[in-house]
């Protein structure tokens, strides 16, 4: 599995997280659980895209801004899950919070898959692009794992 496949399986697991979010809007417990299962999955897919996809696209004239871009919405995104969870479960901000939460997920995973994606493909080399799949797997599963029992 390459870089690009890889990265595609974590934005469908986030966008249909993202949508038990915003299908258990009536379901206390639900949205909790899926709010947790979204920081843990974006905690890992962060953190792994970023070291087997963004820090080798550093060294490329041509992705070297958009990388960066990548990273920032990273820590926004990171952000907000702080502020989501500065507030009471379930009240006003707290529901305003999670939708552009979510929003901003949308929006960068489609940023990413629609301009980086077709960016890097032109840079990477097919057998590094195999590498960083592999690397961004292995990444992925040890840092979900270590998400999941830190809850």
Do not use: N
């Not at 890889?6 to 949205?31: K, N, P, V, Y």
């Not at 970023?50 to 080798?56: D, G, I, K, L, S």
């Not at 004239?61 to 899950?81: L, N, Q, Y």
């Not at 990413?112 to 994606?117: G, I, L, N, R, W």
């Amino acid at each position: 599995m390459d870089i690009f496949e890889a990265l595609l399986q974590s934005h469908q697991r986030q966008r249909a997280i993202c949508q038990r979010l915003l299908d258990g809007i009536g379901d206390h417990d639900e949205r909790r659980k899926a709010f947790d299962d979204l920081k843990t999955e974006m905690a890992a897919h962060e953190t792994a895209e970023e070291r087997a996809f963004y820090v080798p696209l550093i060294e490329h004239d041509e992705t070297v801004d958009p990388a960066r871009h990548g990273i920032s919405e990273h820590h926004e995104m990171d952000e907000m899950v702080e502020d989501v969870e500065k507030c009471e479960a379930g009240s006003a901000e707290w529901l305003e919070g999670m939708g552009k939460l979510v929003h901003k997920v949308h929006h960068h995973l489609d940023e990413e898959e629609q301009k980086f994606f077709p960016q890097a493909k032109k840079v990477l080399p097919k057998e590094q692009q195999q590498e960083l799949g592999a690397l961004y797997q292995s990444e992925h599963d040890r840092l979900f794992e270590k998400e999941e029992q830190a809850h």
